[in-house]
């Protein structure tokens, strides 16, 4: 390898101390989506016992399409969501916005894991992000949906080589860099099976038309406890001033610790970091060009996602993605000031005619990281209690088709879904401590460290490759 290939972009474009120190001079700590959806209702807590055909608890994306659908396909019955805190508050509200078809993570780790079933994967990943266009339209659900596209971008040669290897139609750098222009850019493909939205408006949107529908929604109401009610009768779920009876519970509390031991292991919190320009002039706008506004991610291990607003800011997120012994999940991670500044530079050196600009807003969230990489299912209770979680950040689109597997297997139908590899295996659950800790920090090393080196995998990442582990951050 060159010796001007060591290192990586970002580390052989330094930039000016004093221009990050005015892009974050006026940064606030705070999600600017949840900061950006005017006028949101309000849910009750629940006070008292109810009873109920359906339970679902969590108030992300995942239990608000499981409550929608539900109501959908059974109009008259009795649906209950709970949430513990506000809906979309956690991971719904904070992300990308990226909304992609592949339920996989992406081709190369479905392929690797369910050769076999791969091509069914992605035609019901396809027919999933139809089903989400079409919901959104049929329902008049205000999100600012696009459909874009994401753009793959090369930011290091090694990354060309790799594209290249992957089949897609390559997108060579003046062609790439006249859709959005970086100087960082070397050759990229398109994926047009990606949507935009705004992620917190998606989710108070589904909470509006899932209550017309008649989901009755209740908001600060915990789920502290469940219990399986013998071998046929109803579960019950206990919260702070109340115990809901039901005859089926939909479990979606994703990174927070799931009611069903078994599979508290099986998913780890890893932080997220974003920030939000301030609105771009028309000059500065006319710059960059990004006038097809897809999404874009680079192809680094340790990447960065970023992608246009409707009032033309630029969010910017990825890189660093900090785990925490003990699998806490706790508001003070979320401030983390290096990473805020980590995050400032990387855009300046791929957006470098974008100096002057400052951010709005700094913030970050816990992504529900499974083994796999994607979501994985559950049943209990003899079929009463449905699980799902592990989206490991690509839960805008996959947690319809997470609901969908959901009410599938509750109400005991042989689908498609259900039939499914992918949903009846269940991954390898992480270690314990502090042999989880210890394994995630050398993994992310190991991960900065091929960044660094012309994309070379030392012995760890090849070990986790061998295991079926490997992945980037």
């Not at 790799?162 to 139609?169: M, P, S, T, Y």
């Not at 499914?420 to 042999?435: G, K, N, S, W």
Request: net charge negative; hydrophobic share 40%.
């Amino acid at each position: 390898m060159a010796a001007s290939a060591r290192g990586t972009v970002f580390s052989r474009t330094p930039v000016a101390r004093a221009a990050v120190d005015h892009a974050l001079a006026q940064v606030r700590d705070g999600c600017f989506w949840l900061d950006d959806v005017p006028g949101r209702v309000g849910y009750p807590a629940l006070t008292g016992s109810a009873d109920t055909d359906l339970l679902v608890v969590g108030g992300g994306y995942c239990g608000l399409w499981t409550a929608l659908v539900a109501k959908q396909r059974e109009p008259g019955r009795r649906v209950v969501l709970i949430e513990a805190e506000q809906v979309g508050w956690a991971a719904s509200g904070r992300n990308g916005g990226f909304c992609a078809a592949s339920i996989t993570h992406g081709e190369e780790n479905g392929r690797s894991r369910w050769p076999d079933e791969y091509d069914e994967l992605e035609r019901l990943g396809l027919a999933n992000l139809e089903a989400i266009e079409a919901t959104v339209r049929e329902l008049g659900i205000d999100c600012d949906y696009e459909r874009t596209g994401e753009l793959d971008v090369a930011i290091e040669p090694h990354q060309v080589a790799d594209l290249r290897a992957g089949g897609a139609e390559v997108i060579e750098a003046d062609a790439l860099r006249a859709m959005v222009n970086s100087p960082t850019y070397l050759a990229g493909v398109l994926d047009p099976d990606v949507a935009m939205v705004h992620p917190a408006k998606l989710a108070v949107e589904l909470a509006r038309v899932a209550a017309e529908l008649g989901v009755e929604i209740f908001e600060h109401t915990r789920a502290t406890g469940l219990d399986g009610g013998g071998r046929t009768g109803p579960v019950r779920v206990r919260t702070p001033r109340g115990t809901i009876t039901a005859r089926r519970v939909a479990l979606a509390t994703n990174v927070f610790p799931s009611l069903l031991a078994r599979y508290r292991m099986h998913t780890v919190p890893v932080y997220d970091y974003a920030l939000m320009t301030e609105p771009l002039t028309p000059a500065q706008l006319a710059s960059v060009g990004w006038e097809g506004r897809q999404g874009v991610g680079d192809l680094a291990n340790q990447f960065h996602y970023y992608r246009i607003s409707r009032d033309h800011r630029i969010l910017w997120g990825g890189y660093d993605a900090i785990y925490h012994y003990g699998r806490r999940v706790r508001p003070e991670y979320e401030h983390r000031p290096a990473t805020y500044r980590r995050l400032a530079e990387h855009f300046l050196t791929t957006f470098p005619q974008l100096e002057g600009v400052r951010f709005s807003h700094q913030w970050a969230g816990a992504i529900d990281t499974s083994t796999r990489f994607c979501a994985f299912f559950g049943l209990a209770m003899r079929g009463r209690v449905a699980h799902a979680a592990g989206f490991t950040g690509l839960g805008v689109g996959a947690t319809r088709f997470a609901a969908e597997v959901m009410l599938d297997r509750l109400a005991g139908l042989d689908s498609e879904r259900t039939r499914l590899a992918m949903v009846r295996q269940t991954p390898l659950p992480f270690p314990p401590e502090p042999i989880a800790s210890v394994g995630i920090q050398a993994t992310r090393w190991s991960l900065d460290r091929a960044d660094h080196h012309g994309g070379h995998r030392n012995a760890w990442l090849r070990t986790l490759d061998a295991l079926g582990l490997g992945f980037d951050s």
